[in-house]
C-alpha cells in the first residue's frame, strides 16, 4: 500500500512569545501543514498555555500567506464550553480529550456543527475501547506519545502498541480518521511510526523542529525525508 504524504503540525507552543508573530511568518512560507495551538487550563493537565488571542493572531497571518490549517487542542475540563470561541477565532481541527467531557460525543456534534473538524485526543492511559463508537464520526485521533501537559518530553516506547492498533482498526472498518502523533516526535520515533505503522500525522516540537541549526524550511524538508 503507498504511504500517505506525512501532515507536519508545528506546535506553537515551543515559540518564545517575544517573537511569535515573526516566527509564524517564517512558518507559513515552508512546506507545513498545520499549525499546532495548545490550549490548557490549569485543570485538565497542570500547566495553562496559548489563548484565542495567539489563535485569532495565527489566522491572521496564514490568511494573509499560505492559508494552512489550524489545530486547537483542548487540554480543558468541559471544551463544549469553548469550542464555539475556537472556532470564531478560526480553528479548524478542533480536539478533544473524552476524559474531559461528560458526553464526549456531543461535543464532537457540537463541533461538526460549527462546520469544523472533529479530532479526539488518547491520553497514555486511553483505550481505543472506550472511544471505539466515537470513531466514525472523529476526522483526526490524536495519541499522546507522552502524558500532555508540557513540552519537550521523551517518546513513551509503549504508546506505539495503540498507533499500530488504531492504523489496523481503520484499514479493518474503512474508516478514515487521520492518526497524528503528539509528543517525543524524533527522527527514529517519525520514522518507525510512519513506515512501519502508517501514522501520518506529526506534532512537531524542540527535537526536530525547533531550536535546529537549521532554519524551519530546512528542517521541515528533512522532517519529509525521514
Known amino acids: 500500500m503507498e504511504e500517505k504524504r506525512k501532515i507536519l503540525c508545528p506546535s506553537i507552543l515551543n515559540l518564545a512569545i517575544d517573537h511569535i508573530r515573526e516566527e509564524i511568518e517564517k512558518l507559513d512560507a ?6 499546532h495551538v495548545d490550549i490548557m487550563d490549569g485543570r485538565f493537565v497542570p500547566n495553562f498555555a496559548m489563548s484565542v488571542r495567539e489563535l485569532e493572531m495565527i489566522r491572521r497571518i496564514t490568511d494573509k500567506g ?13 471544551p463544549h464550553r469553548y ?3 475556537m472556532a470564531k477565532a478560526g480553528a479548524d481541527i478542533i480536539y478533544i480529550h473524552p476524559e474531559s467531557e461528560l458526553i464526549p460525543s ?4 457540537q463541533i461538526q456543527r460549527l462546520g469544523k473538524k472533529t479530532g479526539l485526543v488518547l491520553n497514555p492511559c486511553t483505550s481505543l475501547e472506550s472511544v471505539r463508537s466515537m470513531l466514525p464520526i472523529t476526522d483526526y485521533v490524536m495519541v499522546m506519545g507522552v502524558n500532555p501537559g508540557f513540552a519537550g518530553r521523551d517518546f513513551m ?3 506505539r502498541e495503540k498507533f499500530a492498533e488504531l492504523n489496523q482498526y481503520r484499514q479493518d472498518h474503512g474508516l478514515s480518521y487521520h492518526l497524528v502523533l503528539d509528543g517525543g516526535a524524533t527522527k527514529e520515533v517519525i520514522s518507525d511510526l510512519y513506515h ?3 501514522i501520518e500525522g506529526y506534532v512537531l516540537g524542540k527535537q526536530e523542529l525547533f531550536f535546529q541549526k537549521e532554519d524551519y524550511a530546512a528542517c521541515i524538508d528533512r522532517i519529509r525525508g525521514f
Not at 499560505?66 to 468541559?78: A, N, S, Y
Not at 456531543?106 to 456534534?109: G, Q, S, V
Open 196 to 198: 512501519n505503522c502508517g
Open 83 to 85: 469550542v464555539e470561541m
Open 30 to 35: 515552508t512546506d507545513m501543514d498545520i499549525y
Open 157 to 159: 516506547p509503549y504508546t
Open 66 to 78: 499560505h492559508k494552512r490549517l489550524i489545530d486547537c487542542h483542548m487540554m480543558v475540563m468541559e
Open 106 to 109: 456531543a461535543t464532537l456534534e
